[in-house]
């Protein structure tokens, strides 16, 4: 059954149940099998579905022209406009991430995220996941700014980091919606010119601001920076 179907079928029965579900989906399929006439299959269905796309339309039916209104539930109900039925799609789970924009005489400290997973290979603001919720009704997040301090051990020094975020920006994956909490600071490449803390897999650099471009950024880091570019320096 296809879309044109399957909403004709739907209002005919009058089926307050979403079509996409496994149990409405075979109720409709078993009335389909019923009605479908011996030796006429490729007639009726072609009918069915023109039925479906001419006349019994998703936003404007033409509930007067229908040849099966007599026999039409969801018109003698004044339903027609309500079905079939469609359940909310859930809304995709929200992820926290604090970041920091570290500058150090014109240039930004920015890493490259692992080859292997979601936008591997990509440069972005250091950052580290969080809890939703995490920052105070005043934008404070001390516990998180102490796990972004400890991320960046080795590779850079970090000088007035503020206690609340700045700059709150969203970004939507396929599966997940993420909201980046922007902590911009001032800071210095740490003793000895780590480009990887102790133990960490992740790649650091300091590059100068005007060199971005050349550097594959992710989507999200990309409307941090324009939205930082009069704070920075």
């Not at 059954?1 to 996409?20: F, Y």
């Not at 399929?29 to 039925?51: I, T, W, Y």
């Not at 469609?86 to 604090?98: D, E, H, I, M, S």
Request: with cysteine.
């Amino acid at each position: 059954m296809d879309g044109n179907v399957t909403r004709l079928l739907c209002r005919l029965l009058a089926l307050r149940e979403d079509p996409r579900d496994p149990g409405a989906r075979n109720r409709l399929q078993g009335v389909a099998d019923r009605l479908l006439p011996k030796g006429h299959s490729a007639d009726f269905n072609q009918a069915m579905m023109e039925l479906g796309a001419l006349v019994c339309r998703p936003g404007r039916p033409r509930c007067p022209e229908c040849p099966l209104a007599e026999h039409c539930e969801a018109l003698r109900r004044n339903e027609a406009l309500d079905l079939p039925l469609r359940k909310p799609k859930p809304q995709a789970p929200l992820r926290v991430t604090l970041v920091l924009a570290v500058f150090h005489g014109g240039r930004l400290l920015i890493r490259r995220r692992a080859p292997e997973g979601l936008l591997g290979g990509l440069w972005e603001l250091p950052g580290v996941p969080a809890e939703v919720g995490c920052l105070g009704k005043d934008g404070s997040g001390t516990a998180g700014l102490r796990k972004l301090r400890e991320s960046l051990r080795g590779v850079a020094l970090l000088e007035r980091v503020p206690r609340k975020s700045v700059l709150s920006v969203r970004h939507t994956y396929t599966h997940f919606r993420e909201e980046l909490e922007v902590f911009p600071c001032r800071g210095r490449p740490a003793p000895g010119g780590r480009s990887r803390p102790e133990g960490g897999e992740l790649c650091y650099r300091w590059t100068d601001q005007n060199d971005l471009h050349e550097f594959p950024i992710t989507g999200a880091t990309r409307k941090i920076l324009e939205l930082l570019e009069p704070e920075r320096g």
